[in-house]
């Protein structure tokens, strides 16, 4: 295998998702919301994909509390490197405010189901990279 082993999926830090990343590495999750339309916007842009108005994007804090929107259970490990993770759980939230996150489902005793509710936590993941992990709400 090769020795380019990917810290984790977005690890790019462009200037528009600084405040994305600086909020996870202080524990919550930030999210644009437009000023304009009222749509919350992820990922991090400079103008709103839903009206197109620029400037009127600004940061909020998400609640951090979701639901599972879709999953996956991955059983082959995408690197040598997850060999001794396998298997483990991906997938998409949609978040209370009406966008949509992607990270590792950690479930522990309970088992995974669209619907269920969730909550972001950030952890540190290989070479310090913050990540999102989603755990069961209660
Ligand atoms: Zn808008």
């Known amino acids: 295998?090769?020795?380019?082993?990917?810290?984790?999926?977005?690890?790019?830090?462009?200037?528009?998702?600084?405040?994305?990343?600086?909020g996870l590495e202080q524990g919550v999750v930030k999210f644009q919301h437009c000023g304009a339309c009222g749509q919350a916007v992820f990922y991090p842009r400079t103008f709103c994909p839903y009206c197109m108005t620029e400037d009127a994007l600004e940061w909020r804090t998400s609640s951090?509390?979701?639901?599972?929107?879709?999953?996956?259970?991955l059983i082959q490990p995408p690197t040598e490197a997850d060999r001794d993770r396998v298997p483990y759980i991906l997938g998409i939230v949609e978040m209370a405010e009406g966008f949509y996150l992607?990270?590792?489902?950690?479930?522990?005793?309970?088992r995974v189901d669209v619907g269920m509710a969730v909550r972001a936590?950030?952890?540190?993941?290989?070479?310090?990279?913050?990540?999102?992990?989603?755990?069961?709400?209660?």
Do not use: H
Not at 102 to 110: A, H, L, N, S, T
């Open 64 to 73: 951090g509390s979701g639901t599972v929107y879709t999953y996956s259970e």
């Open 121 to 138: 936590l950030a952890v540190e993941g290989r070479n310090g990279v913050p990540l999102l992990n989603f755990v069961p709400a209660d």
């Open 102 to 110: 992607f990270g590792e489902i950690v479930p522990g005793e309970k």
């Open 1 to 22: 295998m090769s020795e380019n082993i990917p810290v984790s999926v977005g690890t790019s830090r462009s200037q528009e998702a600084e405040p994305y990343w600086q």
